[in-house]
T-cell receptor, first 114, second 107 residues
């Protein structure tokens, strides 16, 4: 079955710790995205990558970092510099630009900072 | 003002009713997406359209490019349609999301 997997589903972190969220896709998609969702708000773009070894900042990149060493994988690190990291994080992929291509979403990771 | 506005924010209806969710946007777009988010958080793409109308089962999506407006209709609504419906517009390399419409269908 083709799709996107994210792990873990729930993640708890102490303040001051970095944590890495996993995102893997076997759809052979070039583009991958990380979004953050907070209650009552629309999804906001953290980082995106249109091709391996290249990525761009989204609207709320501060306190986050990513890598794209393989086409299938786009991990997100939430660093201690992120002031309010408790949120629901969604990874997505598409064949190309979402202006013309359907986006496929992973099941999400709910991060809670204790 | 948000670039993508949805209405209503919340909608409760009886099973069988015809449902309409509206989306207005203020920017030039390449395509408009309708997404469904289930209570567990997973998001599924329902439609991507740039003109006219699309239908899939009981779901119909329309778009009017001149008026910068789209509607999502659900015919013969069912409790399993209860979810958050999200409108999003594709622009350049990104998607801009609306805040979503929370739909609750009562049996």
């Amino acid at each position: 079955d083709g799709g996107i997997t994210q792990s873990p589903k729930y993640l708890f972190r102490k303040e001051g710790q970095n944590v890495t969220l996993s995102c893997e896709q076997n759809l052979n998609h070039d583009a991958m995205y990380w979004y953050r969702q907070d209650p009552g708000q629309g999804l906001r773009l953290i980082y995106y990558s249109q091709i391996v070894n290249d990525f761009q900042k989204g609207d709320i990149a501060e306190g986050y970092s990513v890598s794209r060493e393989k086409k299938e994988s786009f991990p997100l690190t939430v660093t201690s510099a992120q002031k309010n990291p408790t949120a629901f994080y969604l990874c997505a992929s598409s064949r190309g630009t979402p202006s013309y291509n359907e986006q496929f979403f992973g099941p999400g990771t709910r991060l809670t900072v204790l | 003002k948000n670039e993508v506005e949805q209405s209503p924010q919340n909608l409760t209806a009886q099973e069988g009713e015809f449902i309409t969710i509206n989306c207005s946007y203020s920017v030039g777009i390449s395509a408009l997406h309708w997404l469904q988010q289930h209570p567990g958080g997973g998001i599924v793409s329902l439609f991507m359209l740039s003109s006219g109308k699309k239908k899939h089962g009981r779901l119909i999506a329309t778009i009017n490019i001149q008026e910068k407006h789209s509607s999502l209709h659900i015919t013969a609504s069912h409790p399993r349609d209860s979810a958050v419906y999200i409108c999003a517009v594709g622009r350049d390399d990104k998607i801009i999301f609306g805040k979503g419409t929370r739909l609750h269908i009562l049996p």
